[in-house]
């Protein structure tokens, strides 16, 4: 008897019930993920355009494009997300992206044969020391994040201009292994993309099993909380905008080494598209709530829209309405959620009680 129940318990423990149903509860929240339904939308997105015009992605420019255009979209939502979820914003990226697309070109045509990674690495680190200005008055400071980021975006544009003036860089100007960087593909795949895909793996992870990575959630659910339950909000807060900075810094590395070329309007406007980005992915705009995953999911659709819409036949004007309801509907749909789980939450007290 004793025997018998020793074979049932061994069989639950390797493998039976158990696990099954740990299993079937896992896939339950993979399918409830909001992450799902928007790489779901993309994917719809994907194939209606391809049924209008299989070129969309059956040609290989098509597949390509598909994955290579959102790929510096993605750093800069990655980066804006871990932001965002603390209750901040950084509106600078886009001038970040401008500076260091332009120093990227500097680098190469002031020392020339330079090592192609030692570049990738300065341009982190120069958006890295952006965003250490960012993070020092928002955090040290204590002033909004919506004005200091705004500030920035204008100094650091204004400094771009003022460095670049009438200049731009040229593919000429850049090693032809700089620029097949832009273009390589791995098993088919842009190497572009797979950098941006390690990138949102390694703060994924970051973000969900690091203690500094979970009370960015906390700081965000209620700031002044996590300062009396001793978190180092400050130093977190300044942290997030270091690597906001610095993943701006490596999309503006990527630019130039997608299209070799940069100006000084180079990443104007972009900064919207990163918050877009990251707000239709589910990041919270109160913060608190969201994942990179879903950010980057988030740029991937909105790239995505942008380029099937002109193939379906939709004007312009309607391509940034559809991007602009998006975004609306995104903030609604956090508020509500965000109300109901509230209410779910005191009625379960009130029961308990």
């Given at each position: 008897m004793?025997a018998?129940v020793s074979?049932?318990?061994?069989?639950t423990?390797?493998g039976g019930?158990s696990h099954q149903n740990?299993?079937?509860?896992?896939?339950r929240?993979?399918?409830?993920?909001?992450?799902?339904t928007?790489?779901?939308?993309?994917v719809?997105i994907v194939?209606?355009?391809?049924?209008?015009?299989?070129?969309?992605?059956f040609?290989?420019?098509g597949?390509?494009?598909?994955?290579?255009?959102?790929?510096?979209?993605m750093?800069?939502?990655?980066?804006?997300?871990?932001?965002i979820?603390?209750r901040s914003v950084?509106?600078?990226?886009?001038?970040v992206?401008?500076?260091?697309a332009?120093?990227?070109?500097?680098?190469f045509i002031g020392?020339?044969?330079?090592?192609?990674l030692?570049?990738?690495l300065i341009?982190a680190?120069?958006?890295?020391?952006?965003g250490?200005?960012?993070?020092a008055?928002?955090?040290?400071?204590?002033?909004?994040?919506?004005v200091?980021?705004?500030?920035t975006l204008?100094?650091y544009?204004?400094v771009?201009v003022?460095?670049?003036?009438?200049?731009?860089?040229n593919?000429?100007?850049?090693?032809?292994?700089f620029?097949?960087?832009?273009?390589?593909?791995?098993?088919?795949?842009?190497?572009l993309?797979?950098v941006?895909i390690?990138?949102?793996l390694v703060a994924?992870?970051y973000?969900?099993?690091?203690?500094s990575?979970?009370?960015?959630?906390a700081?965000?659910s209620d700031?002044?909380?996590?300062?009396?339950?001793?978190?180092?909000?400050r130093?977190r807060?300044?942290?997030a905008?270091?690597?906001s900075?610095a993943?701006?810094?490596?999309?503006g590395v990527?630019?130039?080494?997608?299209?070799?070329?940069?100006?000084?309007?180079?990443?104007?406007?972009?900064?919207?598209q990163?918050?877009?980005?990251a707000?239709i992915?589910?990041?919270?705009?109160?913060?608190g709530?969201?994942?990179?995953?879903?950010?980057?999911?988030?740029?991937f659709l909105?790239?995505?829209?942008?380029?099937?819409?002109?193939?379906l036949?939709?004007?312009?004007?309607?391509?940034?309405?559809?991007?602009?309801?998006?975004?609306?509907?995104a903030?609604?749909?956090?508020?509500?959620l965000?109300?109901r789980?509230?209410?779910?939450?005191?009625a379960?007290?009130?029961d308990a009680?």
């Amino acid at each position: 008897m004793s025997a018998a129940v020793s074979q049932r318990s061994t069989a639950t423990t390797a493998g039976g019930p158990s696990h099954q149903n740990a299993f079937g509860r896992g896939v339950r929240r993979l399918i409830r993920a909001r992450e799902t339904t928007i790489f779901g939308v993309a994917v719809l997105i994907v194939v209606v355009t391809t049924i209008v015009n299989p070129n969309f992605l059956f040609s290989t420019d098509g597949w390509r494009d598909l994955l290579l255009t959102p790929a510096m979209l993605m750093l800069l939502a990655v980066g804006q997300a871990m932001v965002i979820i603390t209750r901040s914003v950084d509106l600078s990226v886009g001038s970040v992206v401008g500076l260091t697309a332009y120093l990227t070109g500097q680098v190469f045509i002031g020392i020339p044969g330079i090592p192609i990674l030692l570049v990738f690495l300065i341009g982190a680190v120069a958006g890295a020391l952006l965003g250490v200005v960012n993070g020092a008055l928002v955090a040290l400071a204590k002033v909004p994040a919506l004005v200091i980021t705004l500030g920035t975006l204008y100094v650091y544009r204004g400094v771009n201009v003022l460095w670049t003036g009438s200049n731009q860089i040229n593919p000429s100007q850049l090693p032809q292994g700089f620029l097949d960087i832009g273009t390589a593909s791995v098993l088919g795949i842009p190497t572009l993309f797979l950098v941006a895909i390690v990138v949102v793996l390694v703060a994924g992870w970051y973000m969900r099993n690091k203690p500094s990575g979970r009370e960015l959630y906390a700081i965000g659910s209620d700031p002044a909380a996590a300062e009396l339950y001793g978190l180092r909000v400050r130093r977190r807060i300044f942290w997030a905008f270091v690597i906001s900075g610095a993943l701006a810094g490596l999309a503006g590395v990527l630019f130039t080494a997608r299209y070799g070329t940069s100006n000084s309007q180079t990443g104007s406007g972009i900064e919207l598209q990163a918050v877009g980005a990251a707000v239709i992915g589910g990041v919270a705009i109160f913060g608190g709530s969201g994942t990179v995953y879903g950010a980057a999911i988030g740029a991937f659709l909105l790239i995505t829209i942008s380029r099937a819409l002109p193939i379906l036949g939709v004007q312009s004007f309607w391509q940034q309405a559809v991007v602009g309801a998006l975004i609306i509907g995104a903030i609604v749909l956090d508020r509500y959620l965000a109300v109901r789980l509230s209410r779910r939450l005191i009625a379960e007290r009130e029961d308990a009680s």
